[in-house]
């Protein structure tokens, strides 16, 4: 949002905040509640943007004890006009056009998804709305009544957050420090440690690009960093290790870090999206560039041994050689039905229409890589000729595009006596 707007939004919320004679610091969850259904009842856009605003800045205000109360009179109170409802619903059943159809499906929206929007126009609104599903997800397993909310807010951010609004941009050491502190904040796939590593990460033949949200510009929504190299790598540790050099015999960019960096966004999709722009900036810019391809870890591998492979972990944790269980690797990164696979991360690359295309062992050396995958990291292979076919084969069949090395490993058995895998176990 351009700045002499967001000023000019933010001088007439206090304007009539004053007018309204609005505190929203601390006040009780009951009065939050009744602010939530002043900005509904209100018509004058002064007044209604400074009571929304009120709110915002009272969410903010509340205790963490509260969350649960608030979100459950959301449920209560906020749901769908249930008299206007019924007679839509009568108006439709004798009508049958496209008139009274428009007419239910406006009728049948939840009146939190009118709030939701008023919020989202006062200053700070977007993000304190991010943060307010950031907090009902932590509540659903237990209360999973608040559901509703969390549909009505995932459908708003995915017209929010479409492509049409997100900025990318490449991160590099001009980049302001404050979104470089949140760079080292978010990275949860290959700890930053500090700036020196940083630094070592936005080298010349190191790249990172990021989705921003013109309305919060500061907060990046999720970033990749990249690596030019020489063939696809096989190892993370040669990727943070070695020392910068000029990408001149580069003929392969290697994704091995994707970062999500709002909770409150989870369930809205940025990241296909990324790497295929990404992909097409690299092009342009680096055209020797041959062959697009991740490194990516496999966060579910042990956990899948812990519950449903658990005659195979004695050979994992014993095992020295790491390469006679590939097959199981690969065996468990197919394992799932059609596109709900098993694997959080092979689940979001083959859906993406990438190719499985080489299991590592020894590949990743950190305390978390042994503990969550025994060291094994998967290269996808994005193959831009072949990304929408392996999309659709995979969303209309279940077929997961693999290589010729994947196909060969899940013909080989384990010399172990054990019982055989389905793809679907």
Known sequence: ????????????????????????????????????????????????????????SAWHGLKQSDHLGFFQSLIDEFGPDQTRLSQAIAHYQEALDDASAMSLHQSAESQRQELFRRMNAAPDGLETLILMREALRKLLRDHPELRPIDQDLVHLFTSWFNKGFLKLERINWQTPAAVLEKLIQYESVHEIQGWDDLRRRLAEDRLC?????????????????????????????????????????????????????????????????????????????????????????????????????????????ASIHHDELKPLVAKYLMSGQGAKLKDPVARFHLGNGAT??????????????????????????????????????????????????????????????VKELSYDA
């Open 356 to 417: 499985l295309e080489r299991i590592n062992a020894n590949a990743d050396l950190s305390f978390r890589g042994q503990k969550e995958s025994f060291g094994f990291m998967v290269n996808y292979l994005y193959e831009l000729d072949d990304i929408v076919s392996n999309h659709e084969r995979l969303m209309e069949t279940g077929q997961i595009a693999t290589s010729k090395e994947i196909q060969q490993l899940l013909k080989k058995n384990i010399k172990h006596k």
């Open 209 to 317: 690009f990021a989705y921003f949200h013109p309305v919060i510009p500061d907060e990046p929504l999720i970033f990749v960093e990249v690596a030019l190299v020489q063939g696809m790598a096989d190892a993370i540790g040669p990727l943070l290790d070695t020392p910068p050099a000029p990408p001149v015999s580069a003929d392969t960019a290697v994704f091995y870090s994707i970062n999500n960096c709002q909770p409150g966004l989870a369930g809205v999709s940025f990241g296909n999206l990324l790497i295929k722009q990404v992909v097409s900036v690299l092009q342009a810019e680096h055209p020797k560039l041959k062959s697009f391809a991740t490194l990516s870890p496999i966060p579910g591998l042990r956990r899948w041994l812990d519950t449903e492979g658990l005659e195979f972990l004695p050979l994992f944790e």
């Open 1 to 56: 949002m351009p700045t002499g707007i967001k000023q000019w939004i933010q001088q007439v919320t206090d304007r009539a905040l004053e007018i309204l004679d609005l505190k929203s610091d601390g006040i009780p969850l009951d009065d939050l509640i009744a602010l939530c259904h002043a900005v509904l009842s209100r018509r004058g856009e002064a007044t209604g943007l400074a009571l929304a605003g009120s709110v915002v």
